[in-house]
């Protein structure tokens, strides 16, 4: 088998003061950082979409990135997808790999004939598995291209389009099994809304909550014992999805039942559509228990859709290590590049040099967060900020000791009370992290 990319080695660890292009600047595989290898600790996986399938087409214009593999038949092209794509976690030393059903093999004429051909890209897969090593860190259904999605998979109005559905993530499971996956997402590309004017909403999200429950259970009776996730998104492709933000998929599945089933993928640029920040849905599922998996991209602010950038804002790769240190480490999860080079970085190189900055960004955002950690001085601050909920009045209001009347009798015999916490010192807190950040 010939390589894709001849003129690329195995790209290096350099260090900080390396200029070598195609090297690795922080990203030292088997550095021991806050007690795992970096590799552990970072689960870096390659977005099969992105980098195999995209060519940088958009509302505007055309491809500008070959990426044809060499083959003009799609089954052919399919299989050459996944060698090329081996090659690049190979060079990359990335581990894992997510994908779409769609996206290793189309669509053809019948369901039967798609899932037919999509076997044989899952078995060649899973040869290339156990030849290299590699992983599947989650799979999922393409539900949102074909025309049949146009109005919802799971939430669509008709029931026709639903069973399909169902049957695709049937097949999607299947696959991830297979391939050992210890992920599958739900993603709910079209599960929404353009105007209530021809919406039921109630019958649509009791919808949802049947298809994740029968095809969840699904996958646990063929012996699937990684984690489900759901990777909110506010809106893009329709107006108003129904998985919002993190909060909103927590109310959804403790409304169904499915708290227990299902955990977050949370996706950066995501976050910010929906007008929080990465941190902060990394917070609210870590908080809830139901912190899972990432994808790593970055939006730009400039900008108000889904840009899918690769990541390399140290600040956000750093608050988001920290949320994921804080929650114990990945377990089933992993960092999932969804990220696309720019529609002008369209040479073979590009894909290199993208990951490289996504990894090498995540690497400082590791070691960043680790010495936010060990430097204790943010943790320190929070944790004497809530110091009077830990005795006296407050810890007798924790417990259930303390009735109202005790409040009231409590705040007469104080008499008044203002600002007996003192600052929050927002800005004193934001040049600590400047002073580990730039001190690393
Ligand atoms: C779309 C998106 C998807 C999911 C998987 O915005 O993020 O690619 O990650 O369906
Ligand atoms: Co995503």
Partial sequence: MSEFFPQIGKIPFEGKDSKTPLAFKYYDPDKVVAGKTMKEQLKFALSWWHTMGGDGTDMFGCGTADKTWGQTDPAARAIAKVDAAFEIMDKLSIDYYCFHDRDLSPEYGSFAETAAELDKVVDYLAEKQKATGKKLLWGTAKLFDHPRFMHGAGTSPSADVWAYSAAQVKKAIDATVKLGGTGYVYWGGREGYETLLNTNLGLEQDNLARFLRM?????????????????????EPTKHQYDFDVATVIGFLRKYGLDKDIKM???????????????????VARENGLFGSIDANQGDVLLGWDTDQFPTNIYDAAFC??????????????????????????????????YIAGIDTFALGLLAADKIITDGRI???VDDRYASWKSGIGADIISGKATIQDLEK??????????????????????????VLFSL
């Fill in 265 to 283: 993928n949370i996706e950066a640029n995501h976050a910010t559509l929906a007008g929080h920040t990465f941190q902060h849905e990394l917070r």
């Fill in 410 to 435: 409590y705040i007469m015999d104080k008499g008044e009370v203002v600002d007996s916490i003192g600052s929050g010192r927002q800005e004193y807190l934001e040049a600590v992290v400047n002073n």
């Fill in 321 to 354: 290590m920290y949320e994921v240190l804080k929650a114990g480490g990945f377990t089933n999860g992993g960092l999932n590049f969804d990220a696309k080079a720019r529609r002008g970085s369209f040479t073979a190189e590009d894909i290199f040099y993208s």
């Fill in 379 to 381: 943790d320190k601050f």
């Fill in 215 to 235: 095809t969840i259970d699904y996958g646990r009776s063929i012996g699937f014992t990684g984690d489900y996730y759901i990777e909110p998104k506010p809106k």
